[in-house]
């Protein structure tokens, strides 16, 4: 019984992504890493512990709240600083939120996807994901035993193409219960949705009565274009705002938060959520809300100035990033041998198309006898569609190391293509 349930779970390929990805680093650790997905460890900063911790204590000071209480006991299972992150919503993705108690503080991401998920899939349901799609969701729901549809992305972006997946599968008797979006910039590809995307997306919501799980983790990280309003923002009534500290202040905090869906006549979840979180991790560390919290009040509810010079710097780096590929890879007549990318217009990715497959033995080939590690997209698809796609990310890497990282690429699509 235990072989078969090791092998059925936790042999899955999805939930070995951050695993694999860690070991390949520690196996190669003289190869320029263009593979992890963390921000830039020049950019955190570890004094915005004590400001944020001292902003929050002054805050609690002006209240009838006792500092040691609210600092050192257990909390309150739903979090300490749902007011704040509720301003600071309004205040920089223009989402009012008609009561705080629609807001679980969760330890990052990861969990506040897990309470989502366990808040909606009760008696079963389909859970439709973009292909390929950030490894985290994909490995929660199938820990969960919930049965997930994946849609190759050219048609999760092309909504008359989604609605006939969804209606197939109506057809079919299946039962839509949600849809994971990241709306800016997606990992691993890098791709969004436009603001008629993200209308016709909550439209067949609307239609099929089905929640929308929108993951907002780069939506600060825009380097050209205007801010695209995030579903949740549009129609609060379908959506449930996945929201992480881990990229605007550090991902060390492990902080995040989920806001369920608010409008006349919709069911609440609050009392759904704290249920399981009660359950899973309690409470969220106060201390690491107050550090939030506090650094919200000291930058009047807004991350935005904060993370300028982030913007800034990423911004340096993907230029940097695409410079190099087109200096590389220039185009050659025959586009067979071509080497191609997209060109996103914020996040940490850009995805990279090579005429050739590159999957786990070609990570580990290029990384052993070429010095940089590069991730196949491959290993976020369910259904193989990215096996000849690879994902580069800049965002912890220096100019430096970007330029010798993909010299060092060429060199071993070179060596492939004898």
């Known amino acids: 019984m235990s072989s078969a349930f090791e092998k059925t779970i936790f042999e899955d390929p999805t939930l070995n992504v951050i695993h694999l990805l860690n070991s390949i680093s520690n196996e190669n650790p003289e190869a320029i890493s263009l593979a992890s997905g963390r921000p830039d460890d020049e950019q955190c900063d570890p004094s915005l512990i004590d400001k944020g911790l001292a902003s929050y204590t002054r805050y609690v000071a002006d209240t009838e709240q006792s500092v040691a209480t609210l600092l050192c006991q257990y909390g309150k299972t739903a979090g300490i600083i749902n007011e704040i992150i509720a301003e600071h919503l309004q205040r920089d993705e223009g989402i009012k939120i008609l009561n705080p108690e629609s807001i679980v503080v969760c330890m990052g991401f990861q969990e506040a996807a897990t309470l989502t998920l366990l808040s909606i899939f009760e008696g079963g349901g389909i859970l439709l994901v973009p292909d390929p799609v950030f490894s985290g969701i994909t490995g929660i729901a199938k820990l969960l035993k919930i049965k997930i549809v994946p849609v190759p992305m050219n048609t999760f972006l092309d909504p008359s193409a989604l609605r006939k997946v969804a209606e197939d599968l109506e057809a079919r008797g299946e039962n839509i219960k949600a849809l994971y979006a990241i709306s800016d910039f997606s990992n691993p590809t890098g791709d969004s949705l436009s603001y008629e995307d993200r209308k016709a997306l909550l439209a067949l919501a609307n239609e099929k009565n089905f929640f929308i799980l929108e993951d907002n983790a780069y939506s600060y990280f825009r380097y050209e274009g205007d801010k695209i309003p995030s579903m949740k923002s549009i129609d609060s009534r379908r959506v449930f705002l996945l929201g992480s500290f881990s990229k605007s202040i550090f991902p060390g905090l492990r902080m995040g938060y989920l806001v369920a869906p608010e409008g006349a006549g919709v069911m609440s979840f609050s009392s759904r959520l704290c249920k399981a979180k009660s359950l899973i991790t309690v409470n969220t560390p106060a201390l690491c809300q107050a550090?939030?919290?506090?650094?919200?009040?000291?930058?009047?509810?807004?991350?935005?100035?904060?993370?300028?010079?982030?913007?800034?710097?990423?911004?340096?780096?993907?230029?940097?990033?695409?410079?190099?590929?087109?200096?590389?890879?220039?185009?050659?007549?025959?586009s067979r041998k071509n080497v191609t990318w997209n060109h996103p217009a914020g996040g940490f990715f850009i995805n990279v198309q090579l005429p050739f497959s590159f999957e786990y033995f070609e990570m580990c080939e290029c990384a052993k006898h070429f010095k940089v590690i590069v991730f196949p997209t491959s290993l976020f698809s369910l259904t193989n569609e990215a096996v000849t796609q690879v994902r580069l990310s800049f965002s912890n890497a220096t100019e430096s190391e970007i330029k010798q990282a993909i010299g060092r690429l060429r060199a071993y699509i070179e060596f492939r293509m004898q």
Do not use: H, W
């Open 291 to 334: 550090v939030v919290g506090g650094l919200l009040i000291k930058n009047n509810y807004s991350l935005k100035a904060l993370n300028q010079p982030r913007v800034l710097s990423y911004t340096k780096k993907r230029n940097c990033m695409i410079d190099c590929l087109e200096r590389e890879f220039p185009l050659k007549a025959d």
